[in-house]
Nanobody, 124 residues
């Protein structure tokens, strides 16, 4: 069993940065892939970034490539999402999730454990 708790959400300036963190409980966290998702009002949840269990691979959605960076520290059971050059359309609830998918599209999941989400608002 893995429990996930997101933090770091809040208000960011357009063009500015924000860093989210996902803290996990459970001894087996290092054996899970982790994804960050977001869901904007009235829209479907979408995968933003993901990182393989041993940090061997990362996935970035086209819309965030070059601006977002995912990292993890298995010793601390944390996965961080650094978001730069945010735009107002990226206002959403951001969720981290953990799963153990196989294959070349491992980032598609399924994801078995989810955090409660953290709100990100981008506005001046």
């Amino acid at each position: 069993q893995v429990q996930l708790v997101e933090s770091g959400g809040g208000l960011a300036q357009p063009g500015g940065p924000l860093r989210l963190s996902c803290a996990a409980s459970g001894r087996t966290f290092s054996s899970y892939d982790v994804g960050w998702f977001r869901q904007a009002p009235g829209k479907e949840r979408e995968l933003v970034v993901a990182i393989r269990r041993r940090c061997t691979m990362r996935y970035y959605a086209d819309s965030v490539k070059g601006r977002f960076t995912i990292s993890r520290d298995n010793a601390k059971n944390t996965v961080d999402l650094q978001m730069n050059r945010l735009n107002p359309k990226e206002r959403a609830v951001y969720y981290c999730a953990a799963g153990r998918a196989a294959g070349s599209r491992w980032y598609d999941g399924p994801y078995d454990f989810w955090g409660q989400g953290t709100q990100v608002t981008v506005s001046s």
